[in-house]
């Protein structure tokens, strides 16, 4: 799975007025700054091999996942702080064995739930079972808009077929839907049928979300890297969609940002709106956080409550704010409305997560990575490296060999 955490799902009261809603809930901790949705890595395990899988390189195994006890504890403490939204994400969350458990507990705090799913575990009893236990909302992955590119993608026979199963049997039930398609130069080809497939499944959104290069996309970047002419088409398809379904389907799209002249506004500025739960219980400013090396994120094992982790833990406040920041940022008009792009990007590419993203194009490596987007999307080879917890194992030409 590959998460794209947005606004998406409504929140319960008007989510403009989120802080007051916190105050009016007597929240324990500061009402200020507490995000209003979290994400939970509920596991690493997924019966899917993406070559672009959000989780870091380093898997975490099912042994050092929170026990039941140990996620239900963290759901009420979020409720607890004042969280409203928990969106329920892995790998792959329903190979939790207790994710019905989990998801009637979030619902009995008060938590609106989503459940960020491959889909391919799910059978129809299942579902309902969820849905039963006060499911609010399904988001589904899907790698393109036809078995051949999307199992081939997935790394899994058959699981383009299961996912429309699912998504249809979403519906049935009357739980509202949103389709996610990440899109790279192996699939952009299918955009405008993607499009059309999440309307002929009545989802409600679609989420059009380029690649972004850490952990395993970025071991697979040459075989990902979309090239500028499709960049430039996709942006055509996704505009004339937006115009043409409104009111029928909502379209986000995510922007590929080595291509990009400003940084993307990462997870709304570090810190600053969201927060990760990992499998083993780290609090994290971000889904790749952990491939930044150097900076020591806490435990909802530690002593320490959410909510100190969230206002004082040392890796949340490391890149906080705008005091952090070097030239140009730091006096740069955009400071404050792009808090200096993304820092994971930066750790990657320039290896100190200190420094300004080298997707903006006043960074002095800009000009460096948009050649290597248009030389990887030229003469980079078309074979993955599909993810699992072996560290990844390169494609070889059969079941899904190119
Ligand atoms: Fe954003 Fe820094 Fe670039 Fe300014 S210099 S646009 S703050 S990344
Ligand atoms: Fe970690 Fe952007 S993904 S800050």
């Known amino acids: 799975m590959s998460p794209t955490l947005t606004d998406a799902a409504p929140s ?15 929240s324990a901790a500061e009402t200020f700054g507490i995000p209003l949705a979290v994400l939970a890595e ?17 898997l975490e195994r099912g042994g050092s996942e929170l026990t039941t006890d140990e996620w239900k504890k ?3 403490e979020l409720a607890e702080i004042g969280v409203l939204q928990i969106h329920f994400s892995g790998g792959e ?8 458990e989990l998801v009637q507990h979030a619902s009995d705090v008060g938590l609106y739930t989503n459940l960020i799913t491959s889909a391919v575990l799910l059978t129809r009893d299942k579902l309902k079972a969820l849905a039963d236990a006060g499911l609010c909302h399904v988001q589904i992955s899907f790698q393109g808009n036809e078995p051949v590119v999307a199992d081939r993608v997935a790394g899994l026979k058959n699981a383009h077929e299961k996912k429309l199963e699912v998504a249809r049997w979403t519906r049935e039930l009357d739980l509202p839907l949103t389709v996610n398609a990440v899109m790279h130069r192996q699939n952009l080809h299918q955009l405008a049928d993607i499009i059309q497939m999440a309307v002929d499944l009545d989802a ?4 059009v979300a380029n690649v972004q290069y850490y952990g395993w996309a970025l071991k697979n970047r040459a075989a990902l890297m979309p090239t500028l002419q499709q960049i430039e088409e996709t942006s055509r398809i996704v505009e004339e969609a937006e115009v ?5 389907l909502a379209i986000d799209y ?3 940002d080595y291509y990009a002249l400003r940084p993307k506004k990462c997870m709304g500025g570090w810190g600053r709106q969201f927060f990760n739960i990992s499998p083993a219980g780290k609090i994290l400013p971000c889904h790749a956080a952990e491939t930044i090396t150097g900076l020591d994120f806490l435990s909802v094992r530690s002593n320490h409550s959410i909510a100190w982790i969230w206002q004082n833990s040392e890796a949340f406040n490391r890149y906080r704010g705008t005091g952090w920041m070097p030239e140009p940022c730091q006096s740069c008009e955009f400071k404050e409305i792009d808090f200096g792009g993304c820092r994971c990007q930066a750790f990657a590419l320039t290896g100190d997560a200190g420094n300004t993203d080298p997707a903006c194009a006043l960074s002095p490596m800009h000009e460096q990575i948009f050649k290597t987007a248009e030389t990887e999307a030229s003469h980079g080879g078309d074979r993955f490296i599909y993810r699992n917890f072996a560290g990844g194992t390169v494609e070889t030409g ?5």
């Not at 319960?12 to 007597?26: M, N, P, Q, T, V």
């Not at 509920?42 to 380093?58: A, K, W």
């Not at 969350?93 to 019905?100: E, L, M, N, S």
């Not at 409600?204 to 989420?207: G, K, P, V």
């Open 254 to 256: 995510v922007v590929p």
């Open 74 to 76: 963290v759901l009420t």
């Open 42 to 58: 509920l596991t690493h395990r997924c019966p899917l091999q993406c070559p672009y899988c959000s989780n870091p390189v380093e």
């Open 244 to 248: 043409r379904l409104k009111g029928i």
């Open 398 to 402: 059969g079941e899904y060999g190119s």
């Open 204 to 207: 409600d959104r679609l989420e």
């Open 12 to 26: 319960r009261g008007d989510a403009a007025d989120g802080l007051s809603i916190l105050e009016s809930r007597k």
């Open 93 to 100: 969350p329903t190979a939790r064995k207790d994710i019905v």
